[in-house]
Nanobody, 129 residues
Framework: EVQVVESGGGLVQTGESLRLSCTAS????????IGWFQQAPGKRREGVGC????????WYAEPVKGRFTISSDSAMNTVSLQMNSLKLEDTAVYYC??????????????????????WGQGTQVTVSS
């Protein structure tokens, strides 16, 4: 069974950086996607970005483009989310999630924001001024 575990998070000031990690295992399908999501207080959960295992393609949501970077080890067992130039509005609980696909996928808005089956417990990121 697929398991997803996040680590990292914490309290930082605006402009600082933070790195989250996601360890995922148990995949058996032809392809899988690991995504990062954020849920700010009182708001719905939104996709931040994702990486596709088969081709390494990556997609980012507009608000984080140029500031957040997704990377992985060669086996894509660990996926990191490097968050730079953090803003107050980045304060949220961040989740790592995964989904398996029977066919090859390409990173994009739909692939990276919908249909995720396996979720981590979430980690709090708080950005203060």
């Amino acid at each position: 069974e697929v398991q997803v575990v996040e680590s990292g998070g914490g309290l930082v000031q605006t402009g600082e950086s933070l790195r989250l990690s996601c360890t995922a295992s148990g995949f058996t399908a032809a392809d899988y996607v690991i995504g990062w999501f954020q849920q700010a207080p009182g708001k719905r959960r939104e996709g931040v970005g994702c990486i596709v295992s088969s081709d390494g393609s990556i997609w980012y949501a507009e608000p984080v483009k140029g500031r957040f970077t997704i990377s992985s080890d060669s086996a894509m067992n660990t996926v990191s989310l490097q968050m730079n130039s953090l803003k107050l509005e980045d304060t949220a609980v961040y989740y790592c999630a995964a989904v398996e696909h029977p066919t090859k996928m390409i990173a994009g808005p739909a692939t990276c924001t919908k249909g995720f089956d396996y979720w981590g417990q979430g980690t709090q990121v708080t950005v203060s001024s």
